[in-house]
């Protein structure tokens, strides 16, 4: 079947601007979470949904990153006035929770340079 | 908080050999489970091996195992016969049960020589 999939796959903007990055989880998982992966921190947690259950936010960065999951399915993550720290990969995953890991299997990332 | 170390930053290993990736945890949660994933060059993360920390059994998926030592709060996956295409950084990572996010390691470059 389709893995999980993110658009675009490369994002080049100017600082300042406003982007939006897009995730469409494996069908029938409940579970979707976003990553952020740069060269200095690594792979970094950001948020997590399930269900129509509230968001765990926790990791969001700042107040300038925000995310939503419409329908249960696809997700958006949105930058607001973007920063060149804010230069990284963005992994979205997806999870069933019905295997004995809940193993999270992860999209393509979506590359984003702020210039 | 949980952390994973992951020691080697780059290791280069012969085809065919066995080699073992190193990993150690902290955590201070009585149930939690370790995964390994595989990012090769194309930047996607592949799902190789799970262990339950009340697995009694160290998990095995075709070439990966998973030397599970839980005394040494360890968790070294080990690749059988390895490959050109095993080439790819691999990364070590720690999820409480219960709790949904993925805490990570700094991972570390397998390099597979001919």
């Known amino acids: 079947g389709a893995g999980v999939s993110q658009s675009p796959s490369n994002k080049v903007t100017e600082k300042g601007k406003d982007v939006e990055l897009r995730c469409d989880p494996i069908?029938?998982?409940?579970?979707l979470y976003w990553y952020r992966q740069s060269l200095g921190q690594g792979l970094e947690f950001l948020i997590y949904?399930?269900?129509?259950?509230?968001?765990?936010k926790s990791g969001l960065p700042s107040d300038r990153f925000s995310a939503e999951r419409t329908g249960g399915s696809v997700s958006t993550l949105t930058i607001q006035r973007t920063q060149q720290e804010d230069s990284a990969v963005y992994l979205c995953?997806?999870?069933?929770?019905?295997?004995?890991?809940?193993?999270?299997?992860f999209g393509p990332g979506t590359r984003l340079t702020v210039t | 908080a949980q952390k994973i170390t992951q020691t080697q930053p780059g290791m280069f290993v012969q085809e065919k050999e066995a080699v073992t990736l190193d990993c150690t945890y902290d955590?201070?949660?009585?149930?939690?489970?370790l995964f390994w994933y595989k990012q090769p060059s194309s930047g996607e993360m592949i799902f190789l091996i799970y262990?339950?920390?009340?697995?009694?059994q160290n998990a095995t998926e075709g070439r990966y195992s998973l030397n599970f030592q839980k005394a040494r709060k360890s968790a070294n996956l080990v690749i059988s016969a390895s490959q050109l295409g095993d080439s790819a950084m691999y990364f070590c990572?720690?999820?409480?049960?219960?709790?949904?996010?993925?805490?990570f390691g700094q991972g570390t470059r397998l390099t597979i020589n001919p």
């Open positions: 995953a997806s999870s069933d929770r019905t295997g004995n890991g809940y193993e999270q299997y």
């Open positions: 069908s029938g998982h409940t579970a």
């Open positions: 949904f399930q269900g129509n259950s509230a968001p765990d």
């Open positions: 955590t201070s949660d009585p149930s939690y489970g």
């Open positions: 262990q339950g920390s009340y697995d009694q």
């Open positions: 990572a720690i999820k409480s049960t219960g709790a949904q996010k993925l805490v």
